[in-house]
Structures are given as structure tokens and as C-alpha cells.
């Protein structure tokens, strides 16, 4: 089992930069690929970021894209999602998640991530 804690949330303004982080306690998360979700009021959880286990390959959501960067320090058994140049629209609590079943490459479907952290609020004022 795996238990994943976000942290990092809070209140910016547009344009400001926060970081994101996910530590993991139960096992290790070196093998596993990883992903960061969010899910705004009212509307479904969707894809922001992911990487494969090496923190090799990245991959991003097209609203985040050229603002996100996703990485890792599996020594630190962490992930990290830095935000940059934040708007509005990128309200959201935000999630990390763990796919236990696979290493190479990364997805953006939930359905393939098999534990989730319980989330941390950003918000971005205008």
C-alpha cells in the first residue's frame, strides 16, 4: 500500500509560482510512473502532469504546457509539480497519483492510477 501526501497549495496571484509536492511513505515510488490531476468546482478531474520512473520522460496537459514542470527524487521517495506564471483558470485542488503497474512512459488517464493523495487547494486570484 501507498500513501501519498500533498503539499505546497495556497494562494497566489495571477502570474505568481507555486510548488507542489507529493511524498509517499508505505514504498517505495522509484518503479512506479506518477502523475498530477486537478479537479476545479464543478468540473471533472483532469490531466496536468506526468513521468516515468526515471523522471526521464515528461508529459503535460495543453493548458499547463510551458508553465508546469513535473519531476522527481526517488531517493526522496517525492515527486514535485513547480507552477509558473499561474492564472485564473489553474483553481484547482490537485492531486498526486501513483501507477503501480507500470514505469515506462506516462498517462493521463485516471483510470490507470491505482493510489491517489487526498489533494491540496491552489488558488489563483486576478
Known amino acids: 500500500q501507498v500513501q501519498l501526501v500533498e503539499s505546497g497549495g495556497g494562494l497566489v496571484q495571477a502570474g505568481g509560482s507555486l510548488r507542489l509536492t507529493c511524498a509517499a511513505s508505505g514504498r517505495t515510488l522509484s518503479t512506479y510512473r506518477m502523475g498530477w490531476f486537478r479537479q476545479a468546482p464543478g468540473k471533472e478531474r483532469e490531466f496536468v502532469a506526468a513521468?516515468?520512473?526515471?523522471?526521464?520522460?515528461?508529459y503535460y496537459g495543453d493548458s499547463v504546457k510551458g508553465r508546469f514542470t513535473i519531476s522527481r527524487d526517488n531517493g526522496k521517495n517525492t515527486v514535485f509539480l513547480q507552477m509558473n506564471n499561474l492564472k485564473p483558470e489553474d483553481t484547482a485542488v490537485y492531486y498526486c497519483a501513483a501507477d503501480a503497474n507500470a514505469r515506462y512512459g506516462g498517462s493521463a488517464y485516471l483510470s490507470e492510477y491505482d493510489y491517489w493523495g487526498q489533494g491540496t487547494q491552489v488558488t489563483v486570484s486576478s
Open positions: 513521468i516515468n520512473w526515471s523522471g526521464g520522460r515528461t
